[in-house]
């Protein structure tokens, strides 16, 4: 299989559900599916026109009905893993050492924003060169941080590039890596914000809980409903207690639920299962089935409607949620 045909594989096996791309990948030789997941863990992300072409060519059809999914390093971990399970260990060490070991494979680590504060007073000919061995996304990041001026001259530089001496790009790769040194080798990591307050809150008493959100509630309103939404997630349902499971699942229609558990965990969907009747769960189990493939933000969107009558039912008191860690008891 050629390099352009191997890019078109890992399209259409990136824009499956997870379970159905590791499914396809595990019936592959070896040696495809190593040559599929190298494609995966360079793709960062790929136009919908380009993933309509290529899945069209693939199936005869649009690619409406399939996750316009991204693809990079963890992507590709996890689709391997869901493939072979026990028997991934050796194939994502073999893809992990191969990315580390292209030309400017250390630059995964750093960030398209802080690679540009290193190398936007660069020669054009230097930043053309460092381009031209990135994927498209990442180097489009960088570029886009360039001047004007500069974006055209390094753009006019890549267009007319040949061969170039392995020894200028084995120099550049030194000089940078020796530069960047302190990121690569470090976990960057970021404090505070949204995300900061929401786990703060997850772990507080209700009462300081409320009190904190009301308050936001009058002061701020959005940034209440976006930190709310943070603070429970869809797959947190699975931790409801069964009766306030089924207090839920009067509340939401069953279209609902075969959509919103497309690509769930496990344990969530045995959560809803388990507390319907034998029929509904055979219904809801037929729906599921029949949707077929569909969109990661569709599904998404359901789940989130799904998590906001939650809040709905917990405000008015009808259900109540566990804190992080807390197990509900019950007497008899």
């Known amino acids: 299989?050629?390099?352009?045909?191997?890019?078109?594989?890992?399209?259409?096996?990136?824009?499956?559900?997870?379970?159905?791309?590791?499914?396809?990948?595990?019936?592959?030789?070896?040696?495809?599916?190593?040559?599929?997941?190298?494609?995966?863990?360079?793709?960062?992300?790929?136009?919908?026109?380009?993933?309509?072409?290529?899945?069209?060519?693939?199936?005869?059809?649009?690619?409406?009905?399939?996750?316009?999914?991204?693809?990079?390093?963890?992507?590709?971990?996890?689709?391997?893993?869901?493939?072979?399970?026990?028997?991934?260990?050796?194939?994502i060490g073999n893809l992990q050492q191969t990315l580390e070991s292209m030309p400017f494979g250390f630059i995964k680590k750093v960030d398209p924003q802080t690679l540009l504060s290193f190398i936007k007073d660069e020669h054009p000919q230097t930043i053309a060169l460092l381009l031209s061995h990135m994927q498209p996304g990442y180097g489009a990041e960088v570029l886009a941080g360039l001047s004007a001026e500069k974006q055209l001259e390094v753009i006019r530089r890549i267009s007319i590039m040949g061969r170039t001496s392995p020894e200028a790009v084995a120099e550049l790769e030194r000089s940078l890596e020796m530069r960047l040194s302190s990121l690569v080798n470090q976990q960057q990591s970021s404090a505070g914000g949204v995300k900061s307050v929401a786990e703060i809150?997850?772990?507080s008493e209700r009462s300081v809980e409320?009190?904190?959100?009301?308050?936001?509630?009058?002061?701020?309103?959005?940034l209440m409903d976006e930190i709310r939404r943070l603070m429970f997630v869809f797959e947190d349902i699975a931790k409801l207690s069964d009766r306030n499971a089924q207090i839920l699942l009067k509340n939401v229609e069953t279209a609902q639920w075969a959509m919103a558990l497309k690509g769930s965990s496990q344990a969530l969907q045995e959560k809803i299962l388990r507390n319907m009747s034998a029929r509904a769960a055979d219904n809801l189990r037929e729906e599921m089935d029949f949707l077929g493939s569909v969109r990661l933000a569709e599904v998404e969107a359901v789940q989130q409607k799904i998590v906001d009558i939650v809040r709905s039912l917990e405000d008015s008191g009808e259900i109540t949620r566990p804190a992080v860690g807390e197990v509900e008891e019950f007497i008899s």
């Not at 399209?11 to 595990?26: E, N, R, W």
């Not at 409320?210 to 959005?222: K, Q, Y």
């Open 210 to 222: 409320r009190n904190i959100m009301e308050f936001l509630g009058e002061e701020n309103p959005e």
């Open 201 to 203: 809150l997850n772990v």
């Open 1 to 91: 299989m050629n390099e352009e045909g191997l890019r078109k594989a890992a399209i259409v096996v990136m824009s499956l559900p997870t379970k159905a791309a590791a499914a396809v990948l595990g019936k592959l030789p070896t040696r495809y599916l190593e040559a599929i997941s190298m494609q995966i863990a360079q793709l960062d992300s790929v136009s919908g026109e380009e993933q309509e072409a290529v899945i069209g060519d693939f199936f005869g059809q649009k690619g409406s009905a399939l996750d316009a999914r991204g693809g990079g390093l963890e992507r590709a971990k996890e689709l391997i893993l869901e493939a072979l399970g026990k028997d991934a260990a050796d194939i």
